[in-house]
């Protein structure tokens, strides 16, 4: 099923959060909305499950139009970010409580509870309550709760943020595969990048109330629209230099020029988005610098560079260098793989 | 070796006065006068000796001897060696000796016939009427109406009066005045017909106001979570109204609203309803004023520990419910309603224990009233022993209401402490958000 949510708008008093916010999940796909916190996709989510009512726009899950529906009647499922399983109840009440709420026979209640926990792997857990479990395995009771009545859509509020590094890396993987296995369209709300990039088919990358790009997260990676796109995916992030335009190329400090490729005009100002990963010894040499600061990543080191116009930049390379603080280095610069933006943070 | 906080202990030292003097101190007063025949005949302090006609009919229905009955009736006046030798002393040896040949021996009920016997006197003839009652007061051995200041002068004269020392003790018993320890006030609640209407009244109001309590109190928390904010803060306001009015002002509204002329009764003469006190018109009418009366001040105490109680409810778990295709009504009976238990189960124990003792809006209002339709245990207690029409103030009696009360008081709050766990109560909740 194909969700469309059109010409979205949310006001909170004066405050507009959202404005006219367009997005369309297709049927099967996992999105996920990125961005910093308060850009509005919390909202967005809550707008979309009913929690929030939509000021303007319609949504559309298929061709049912659910804007004006309150949530209890959409056929949603979602996962909170605290998970907010009802205490009071057992794990088995709590997964058949939606199916309770509708008032459907015991034994039909029994069955799919049990064949949505074996999916979640919580079989042995049934009798506990909440407060018996552990965080992942709330997690997975709240994904069993969300999926039992066989939800149009599946909506994941920061569903790992309260998981330690090991289980949601764990959980990762698990939501990717139930998710995959049950076939359900879902949008995962995260503002960690990894998660989203890892499990997601697309992702919307959201700032200030508006989505700046959506798209394949490998496409986000390497073809950013803006500026924005390109700091706020990878890690370690991306750094910025700015070079001096002179006769058709890029000076940059120490003496590297980069052509300016001819399908853009020439500007008074361009800035360059240089990857960790596109600066090193391996492309040769060019831009010099001194080392300020060496981050050992177990596998990796992590280079901060202090370019000669005070402009600092990043490189990672493979472990065992032996350059340390303060080494005088020059290296080259991938020039295929340098991002080009202008001054106000467009893509050239 | 332990170091004393001074300033600990002085700054809890108020709380330990009011405690020992008002709530130690009167528990222990209650449980002593409770086993006193004390009233206001008896006094509180200690008494004289007397015997007086209501205390002769008194000994008479215990049973004592017609024989004894009739000497203590009769003891009025005797002319005997003892009142001759103190006449001898005042009036001379010759009036003595004049008297005792004209009327030795001879016994007189009354004080008009002493006196016309000494009038007998020839000789020495006792002229001023003044002078022959005092004569006659010297042989006066009447035991009635008479004032002894303690024990030993009475039973002088019980002897004097040859009265049958075996039925001494029982008219010593009758004439004491003053309180005396007994465990007859226990028995009599126990055998009184009205103590069981009391209890039964007791239970009825409690139990009933209770209910309305908690039952109305939930109602509101629930429609105040559900009103947008600001309604429902002036609906919380306006049921709070009851609670923070004076009691007497509050009744007092009610009974403008209620009287044969106020506005139930005049709103509906307009509709052709004969006028009548819709408070004291029949026992049923009473009873729904009280509980009324009472819940409306009680609910709001419902109202805001259950509304505290549904704001602590995480957002997220009603969210979760609503997306789960929860009504408003599946909200509150299956999410809401199961995670208030704690506080409707204290409001429950709270609340029984208040009511049990409570009866300043009964006293107001209806007073017991009609008849006893409505006198509540504690209420009794209190005309008992403070205020009645009677006006023979049973303090011991009432005592022993009040005792039984807190003694029923005493085992329902061990028993709520108990069934409450208040040790898993104050513990730290073991589930976040």
């Known amino acids: 099923m194909q969700l469309q949510l059109k010409n979205f708008t949310k006001r909170f008093g004066d405050l507009t959060v959202i404005e006219n916010l367009d997005l369309t999940v297709n049927s099967g796909e996992m ?239 361009v800035q360059l988005g240089i990857r960790p990963e596109s600066f090193g010894p391996q492309f040769g040499t060019g831009l010099p610098g001194k080392v300020c600061f060496v981050e050992m990543q177990g596998r990796e080191e992590l280079f901060d560079v202090l370019l000669a116009d005070g402009s600092l930049v990043r490189s990672i390379q493979p472990a065992g260098s032996g350059i340390n603080v303060g080494a005088q280095i020059d290296w080259g610069v991938a020039a295929d793989n340098v991002l080009m933006f202008d001054q106000n943070g467009a893509r050239l | 070796m332990k170091r004393i906080n001074w300033l600990g202990l002085g700054l809890l030292a108020p709380a330990f006065c009011i405690v020992i003097f008002f709530f130690l101190a009167p528990v222990i007063l209650t449980g002593f006068f409770a086993f006193t025949n004390m009233s206001t005949s008896t006094g509180v302090t200690g008494g004289e000796y007397v015997l007086n006609q209501t205390g002769l009919r008194a000994i008479e229905d215990k049973g004592l001897p017609e024989a004894t009955l009739k000497q203590l009736k009769n003891a009025g006046y005797r002319v005997d060696a003892k009142g001759l030798a103190a006449m001898a002393e005042q009036f001379g040896e010759n009036a003595a000796a004049e008297f005792a040949e004209l009327h030795g021996d001879a016994l007189f009920t009354s004080r008009r016939d002493m006196e016309r016997a000494l009038k007998d006197l020839r000789a020495n003839q006792i002229r001023s009427t003044r002078d022959r009652k005092a004569a006659a007061e010297l042989f006066k051995r009447s035991v009635l109406n008479e004032r002894f200041a303690t024990e030993d002068e009475f039973r002088a004269v019980l002897i004097e009066a040859n009265i049958n020392p075996a039925d001494h ?42 209910s309305f309590n908690v039952l109305f109190g939930l109602f509101l928390a629930i429609s105040i979570f559900y009103l947008p904010p600001r309604t429902s803060a002036i609906f919380s306001t306006i049921w709070f109204l009851p609670r923070v009015l004076p009691p007497v002002l509050y009744v007092l509204m009610w009974k403008w609203f209620t009287w044969d002329t106020g506005f139930i009764a005049t709103t509906l003469s307009w509709v052709g309803v004969a006028p009548k006190n819709w408070m004291l018109d029949t026992s049923t009418h009473a009873w729904v004023v009280i509980v009324l009366i009472n819940g409306f ?108 009360l807190v003694i029923i008081g005493i085992i329902a709050s061990l028993t709520y402490l108990r069934f409450f766990n208040f040790r898993e109560m104050i513990a730290k909740p073991r589930i976040e958000g």
């Not at chain 1, 916190?37 to 726009?57: N, P, Q, V, W, Y």
């Not at chain 1, 503002?191 to 490998?218: N, T, W, Y």
């Not at chain 2, 505290?308 to 509150?332: C, F, N, W, Y």
């Not at chain 2, 506080?343 to 609340?351: A, R």
Request: proline share 5%.
């Open chain 1, 31 to 269: 999105i996920a909305l990125l961005g910093p916190s308060g850009c509005g996709k919390s909202t967005t989510l809550f707008a979309i499950c009913g929690i929030h009512r939509m000021d303007e726009g319609e949504l559309l899950f298929g061709d049912r139009e659910v804007s004006d529906l309150p949530s209890q009647k959409r056929n949603v499922g979602v996962v909170f970010q605290n998970y907010a399983l009802y205490p009071h109840m057992s794990v088995f009440e709590n997964i058949a409580f939606p199916l309770t709420i509708k008032k459907q026979s015991a034994s039909d209640i029994e069955r799919q509870v049990n064949e949505i926990a074996e999916l979640v792997y919580i079989g042995e857990l049934l009798k506990r309550r909440p407060a018996e479990l552990s965080g992942g395995q709330q997690q997975r009771v709240a994904l069993a709760r969300a999926l039992v009545r066989k939800p149009d859509f599946l909506l994941l509020d920061e569903p790992l943020a309260n998981l330690d590094a090991k289980l949601r890396l764990e959980m990762r993987s698990e939501i990717r595969r139930i998710q995959q296995e049950t076939g359900i369209a879902a949008i995962l709300v995260t503002h960690d990048q990894v998660e989203a990039m890892s499990m997601c088919d697309r992702i919307a990358l959201m700032d200030a109330g508006k989505i700046v790009q959506f798209d394949q997260p490998s496409v986000l990676y390497t073809d950013p629209a803006n500026k924005f796109v390109a700091s706020f995916l990878g890690n370690p992030p991306i750094s910025f230099i700015d070079p001096i335009v002179d006769s058709g190329a890029l000076m940059l400090p120490g003496g590297l020029s980069i052509a300016i490729p001819e399908n853009i005009s020439a500007q008074s100002k």
């Open chain 2, 169 to 210: 003790d029982a008219i010593v018993m009758q004439a004491y005045s003053g309180w005396v320890w007994t465990k007859e006030n226990i028995e009599l609640i126990f055998t009184l017909p009205s103590s069981l209407r009391y209890a039964m009244n007791t239970l009825m109001y409690v139990g009933l106001t209770l």
């Open chain 2, 297 to 404: 001040v009680g609910a709001s105490l419902g109202m805001i520990l259950f509304s505290s109680a549904i704001k602590a409810i995480p957002t997220s778990m009603l969210h979760a419910s609503e997306v789960d295709g929860a009504s408003r009504i599946q909200q509150a009976r299956y999410i809401i309603l199961p995670q208030l238990r704690w506080p409707i189960l204290f409001v429950t124990s709270y609340q029984t224990l208040s009511l049990l003792t409570s009866f300043e809006y009964i006293l107001l209002s209806t007073d017991g009233g009609p008849g006893r339709a409505t006198e509540v245990w504690s209420l009794a207690a209190f005309h008992t022993a403070l205020n009645n029409y009677g006006g023979n103030l049973q303090y011991g009696l009432g005592a022993a209401f009040a005792m039984l």
